[in-house]
């Protein structure tokens, strides 16, 4: 499995349309043959940070990924919308997507 976390600053004047404009992006990889998971959250700490995980099934996946259309419009477009460089960790993980937590889980009454 390619995992990826990428933390993107974006200009403060885009920041609450962020999620709607990178919407197409994302269903469009969600719906790509090889992608497990394509999720973003925003950022407690830093303001207008947004941080996108995303894991691909293997290399070729994430080839594909980076050579669709879409990766190729998003690419054209997000720097008009972020403020600095985005930070990324790229790595091969073992696993094909969650696994579960073994030291902690709801406690029952």
Do not use: C, Y
Not at 88 to 103: F, K, L, R
């Amino acid at each position: 499995m390619i995992f990826i976390a990428v933390k993107f600053s974006v200009r403060p004047e885009v920041a609450d349309e962020w999620i709607s404009h990178v919407a197409s992006f994302t269903s469009a990889t969600r719906e790509e043959p090889g992608n497990i998971f394509f999720e973003w959250s925003k950022s407690v700490e830093t303001p207008n940070q947004f941080v996108l995980l995303e894991a691909f099934r293997d290399s070729e996946a994430g080839a594909a990924h980076v050579n669709s259309d879409h990766f190729k419009a998003a690419m054209a477009s997000m720097p008009d919308l972020i403020s600095d460089r985005p930070e990324i960790i790229h790595v091969e993980a073992p696993g094909e997507g969650w696994s579960s937590m073994a030291e902690l889980q709801p406690r029952t009454a």
